[in-house]
């Protein structure tokens, strides 16, 4: 069966006995290293984010990343921040009117603790 937790319990070949299907995970024991070379070597074209220095793409904000990433693509992309705070704002309203106590009175306010978490 597949174990989709985490990659070190991951095989080159495996079975999954739900799906009846065998799959096969061709690079699973590559590093960032020889993904980069197979990217290099056969000019396959990617995202000059990555040559910007960043490792994660694709989720502006991400709580996965650190308070200083975040903050740095907020203002690289603020249209991001605006419909971030736009999004908690609703939220917080959502809350106030089902009568919820909270810490927030506005979506900057969330937005704030969300920086600071």
Not at 28 to 33: A, F, L, T, V
Not at 48 to 68: H, Q, S, V
């Given at each position: 069966?597949?174990?989709?937790?985490?990659?070190?319990?991951?095989?080159?070949?495996?079975?999954?006995?739900?799906?009846?299907?065998?799959?096969?995970?061709?690079?699973?024991?590559?590093?960032?290293?020889?993904?980069?070379?197979?990217?290099?070597e056969?000019?396959?074209?990617?995202c000059?984010?990555?040559?910007?220095?960043?490792?994660?793409?694709?989720?502006?904000?991400?709580?996965?990343?650190?308070?200083?990433k975040?903050?740095?693509?907020?203002?690289?992309?603020?249209?991001?921040?605006?419909?971030?705070?736009?999004?908690?704002?609703?939220?917080?309203?959502?809350?106030?009117?089902?009568?919820?106590?909270?810490?927030?009175?506005?979506?900057?306010?969330?937005?704030?603790?969300?920086?600071?978490?």
């Open positions: 069966m597949l174990n989709n937790d985490n990659e070190e319990s991951r095989k080159m070949v495996e079975q999954c006995y739900k799906l009846s299907k065998t799959v096969i995970n061709p690079i699973i024991d590559w590093d960032d290293g020889d993904v980069w070379e197979f990217i290099h056969y000019e396959i074209p990617y000059k984010l990555y040559d910007e220095g960043f490792k994660r793409l694709g989720c502006i904000g991400c709580p996965m990343t650190t308070k200083e975040r903050q740095k693509e907020f203002d690289r992309w603020p249209k991001f921040k605006e419909m971030y705070i736009k999004a908690f704002e609703k939220s917080v309203n959502k809350m106030h009117e089902r009568g919820r106590t909270t810490d927030w009175e506005t979506g900057m306010d969330m937005f704030e603790w969300w920086m600071n978490r």
